[in-house]
T-cell receptor, first 117, second 113 residues
Framework: EAQVTQNPRYLITVTGKKLTVTCSQNMNHEYMSWYRQDPGLGLRQIYYSMNVEVTDKGDVPEGYKVSRKEKRNFPLILESPSPNQTSLYFC????????????????FGPGTRLTVL | GDSVTQMEGPVTLSEEAFLTINCTYTATGYPSLFWYVQYPGEGLQLLLKATKADDKGSNKGFEATYRKETTSFHLEKGSVQVSDSAVYFCALTGVENTDKLIFGTGTRLQVFP
């Protein structure tokens, strides 16, 4: 089954304790991205990657890092989490060739609910 | 910059009622427009899309028409079901960056029997 998986689905942590949220897709997509969802703000892009070893900032990258060592994986790293990073996080991957077609569909993972105390 | 504005929710309806969720956009050029749906506890799923003016996207009884003159992409369904209860997001992809989705704030729909 074609899918995007994220782990963990729920995480409660404390300020300053480094964490990683994993994301994996089995569709051989080149383009992957991370979004955060907050009430009244919708989804905002954190980082994206157009291919292996190619990453770039989205609209709200502060406090986050990403890496893309393999095509299928795109982990989100919070080196020193703070309470304002409490949010619902979604990983997504894009069908088709990145940057090319407006017919491309983004496939979303199930989400990771993060609480930073 | 590009942006999407959706009506605030929640929208509360009885089963078989008519649904409209308003969406307007601001964009340079002619973006592609999307509606995504988020069921409780799940990620977002593409519901329908339209890539040029006057296109009508449709799926599962939902429809939306790309209106360039009013910069709108309102979502409609003639007869909602309890199973349609979810959060609906209007989104566009930028003209310069066709991979990046710009979302509205989402509208929660609650359908009661």
């Amino acid at each position: 089954e074609a899918q995007v998986t994220q782990n963990p689905r729920y995480l409660i942590t404390v300020t300053g304790k480094k964490l990683t949220v994993t994301c994996s897709q089995n569709m051989n997509h080149e383009y992957m991205s991370w979004y955060r969802q907050d009430p009244g703000l919708g989804l905002r892009q954190i980082y994206y990657s157009m291919n292996v070893e190619v990453t770039d900032k989205g609209d709200v990258p502060e406090g986050y890092k990403v890496s893309r060592k393999e095509k299928r994986n795109f982990p989100l790293i919070l080196e020193s989490p703070s309470p304002n990073q409490t949010s619902l996080y979604f990983c997504a991957s894009l069908s088709g060739t990145s940057g090319g077609s407006s017919y491309n569909e983004q496939f979303f993972g199930p989400g990771t609910r993060l609480t930073v105390l | 910059g590009d942006s999407v504005t959706q009506m605030e929710g929640p929208v509360t309806l009885s089963e078989e009622a008519f649904l409209t969720i308003n969406c307007t956009y601001t964009a340079t050029g002619y973006p592609s427009l999307f509606w995504y749906v988020q069921y409780p506890g799940e990620g977002l799923q593409l519901l329908l899309k339209a890539t040029k003016a006057d296109d009508k996207g449709s799926n599962k009884g939902f429809e939306a028409t790309y209106r360039k003159e009013t910069t709108s992409f309102h979502l409609e369904k003639g007869s909602v079901q309890v199973s349609d209860s979810a959060v609906y997001f209007c989104a566009l992809t930028g003209v310069e960056n066709t991979d990046k989705l710009i979302f509205g704030t989402g509208t929660r729909l609650q359908v009661f029997p």
